[in-house]
């Protein structure tokens, strides 16, 4: 019997000792952050209301942008039709003011695309004369020009 007990005894130290090592293990493992999930939650809260944010401003950027489309339309055509009505205009006065069917007037857009963002080419041909630039023409010419310009405007 005493053998039994000592081989017992033995037993339950060894077990004794397998059971303190594991309680230092668990000890050792860091404890379950309980906090995860609420931090999980707050971020994706979080995430939700930037994604919110992020598409009710697309959403505005969008309606922005359709509105300037729409002004820039505006300003091409109520541009566009005030230059139409000045370029067909302006070659008929300039001929009645220089009394003279050879002479010629035209207006065209440095930029088509967008013509009120540039510049606009004016030339005019005075009777009996070949083409040549603004500059070159007589003060005379020039005030002309200038007239069936300002004439052709109003």
Same mark, same amino acid.
């Given at each position: 019997d005493a053998q039994a007990e000592e081989e017992i005894k033995q037993e339950m130290n060894t077990l004794q000792q397998k059971l303190n090592e594991q309680q230092s293990v668990l000890q050792r493992i860091a404890a379950p952050n309980m906090k995860a999930m609420e931090k999980l939650e707050s971020v994706r809260d979080k995430f939700q209301e930037t994604s919110d944010e992020f598409e009710a401003?697309?959403?505005?950027?969008?309606?922005?942008? $359709?509105?300037?489309? $729409?002004i820039k339309k505006e300003r091409f055509d109520r541009f566009n039709a005030c230059f139409e009505s000045v370029a067909?205009? #302006?070659d008929? #006065? *300039?001929?009645? @003011?220089?009394?003279?069917?050879?002479? $010629?007037?035209? @207006?065209?857009?440095e930029n088509p695309e967008e013509p009120y963002l540039?510049? #606009?080419? *004016?030339?005019c041909v005075a009777?009996?004369?070949r083409f040549r630039p603004m500059d070159?023409?007589? %003060? %005379?010419?020039?005030?002309?020009?200038?007239?069936? @310009? @300002?004439f052709a405007i109003h």
């Open positions: 401003a697309r959403k505005r950027a969008k309606k922005a942008k $359709q509105a300037f489309e $729409q067909t205009n #302006i008929e #006065i *300039y001929k009645a @003011l220089s009394r003279n069917s050879s002479a $010629q007037a035209f @207006l065209g857009p540039d510049g #606009i080419n *004016y030339n009777p009996g004369k070159n023409l007589s %003060g %005379g010419e020039k005030t002309v020009a200038a007239l069936a @310009l @300002l």
